[in-house]
C-alpha cells in the first residue's frame, strides 16, 4: 500500500509540474509568435527590426527555460519513484546514440566528433538499466561538453564500466565534487547546474557510481551494475523501445549546446 501511495505521489507531482510548466511556456511562447508576425508588418521600420531581434532572443531563452524545467521536473521526481530496471544490451544502446548524434551534429553544421569504442570481447555488454535514464545522461553530458568547446567527445566502454571524455576545458573542482558526493557550491546553485545534478540522480536510479576527475580535459567513469538476470534466450533491450523520445531529448541538448557556443 506505501509503494502504491508513494506511485501516486511521483504521478501526481509529476503531471503538476509538466502540466503548469508546459502551459506557462506555451502561453508565452504563442505571445512571442504574434508579437514577431506583426514586426513583418513594416520591414523597413529600423525599430520593428530591432523589436524583432529581441523577440528572436527571447525565444532562445524561452527554449532554454523549457530545458531547465525538463530537468527540474526529473531530477525532483527521481527519487520517489524506483525505477524499473530491465536487463539491456548497453553497448548498442548507447552506439544507436552516438550514431544519431554525430549525424544530428553534422545536419546542424558542427564538426565535433562523438565516437564509441569499445574493450575487446564487450561488443556486447549485458547489464541492469532503462535506456531512458541512459539518454539523459549521454544527453547532458554532450551538452556540457559542446558549451565547453569540446570537438572530440569519447565513450570507452568495459566490461564494468563506462568512460566518458571530452577535449573541453576541462571539469571544475565543485563540478566534480557534485558528481561524485552530491555536494552543490554556492557558485553551481547561482548558476543552476541542473544538467549535472540530472547525470548523478539517472546514474543513482540504475546504481550507478560515478567518479568523476577535476582539471583539463573532462573524465568521467561509470561503475555498471552487473546483469542480475539469467539471460539464456531472453531478449535484451536497446533503445529502440524509446527511440523516438530518446533522439528529441538529444537532438535539444545537442542544439542547447551550439546555441550557447554562438
Same mark, same amino acid.
Given at each position: ?34 508579437? #514577431?508576425?506583426?514586426? =513583418? ?10 523589436? +524583432?531581434? &529581441? %523577440?528572436?532572443? $527571447? ?63 564487450? #561488443?556486447?555488454?549485458? =547489464? ?10 549521454? +544527453?547532458? &553530458? %554532450?551538452?556540457? $561538453? ?117
Amino acid at each position: 500500500m506505501q509503494s502504491q501511495d508513494k506511485q501516486d505521489t511521483f504521478l501526481a507531482l509529476r503531471g503538476g509540474l509538466q502540466g503548469r510548466m508546459s502551459l506557462s511556456f506555451d502561453l508565452l511562447e504563442n505571445t512571442l509568435e504574434v508579437l #514577431q508576425n506583426r514586426t =513583418t508588418d513594416e520591414p523597413g521600420s529600423q525599430s520593428l527590426q530591432e523589436m +524583432g531581434e &529581441l %523577440l528572436d532572443a $527571447a525565444r532562445q531563452e524561452l527554449q532554454d527555460l523549457r530545458r531547465l524545467s525538463r530537468h527540474t521536473v526529473h531530477a525532483a521526481c527521481l527519487g520517489l519513484t524506483e525505477p524499473e530496471l530491465y536487463p539491456m544490451e548497453l553497448a548498442g544502446t548507447l552506439r544507436e546514440m552516438c550514431d544519431f548524434c554525430s549525424r544530428d551534429l553534422q545536419e546542424l553544421g558542427s564538426d565535433i566528433e562523438i565516437k564509441l569504442t569499445c574493450e575487446p570481447g564487450v #561488443q556486447i555488454l549485458p =547489464t541492469m538499466g532503462d535506456a531512458r535514464l541512459v539518454a539523459r545522461i549521454t +544527453g547532458n &553530458l %554532450l551538452s556540457n $561538453a559542446i558549451e565547453a568547446g569540446a570537438k572530440q567527445i569519447r565513450l570507452h566502454l568495459f566490461a564494468d564500466k563506462l568512460v566518458y571524455s571530452d577535449d573541453g576545458c576541462g571539469m571544475p573542482q565543485d563540478a566534480a565534487e557534485l558528481l561524485n558526493n552530491g555536494v552543490s557550491a554556492a557558485r553551481l546553485e547561482q548558476c543552476g547546474a541542473t544538467g549535472l545534478w540530472e547525470v548523478r540522480r539517472c546514474a543513482e536510479a540504475m546504481g550507478w557510481r560515478i567518479r568523476a576527475s577535476a582539471g583539463q580535459n573532462t573524465r568521467l567513469e561509470c561503475i555498471l551494475l552487473p546483469c542480475t538476470v539469467e539471460i539464456g534466450s531472453l531478449m535484451l533491450e536497446s533503445d529502440a523501445l524509446y527511440a523516438g523520445r530518446s533522439r528529441e531529448l538529444l537532438h535539444g541538448e545537442l542544439v542547447h549546446g551550439l546555441r550557447a557556443v554562438q
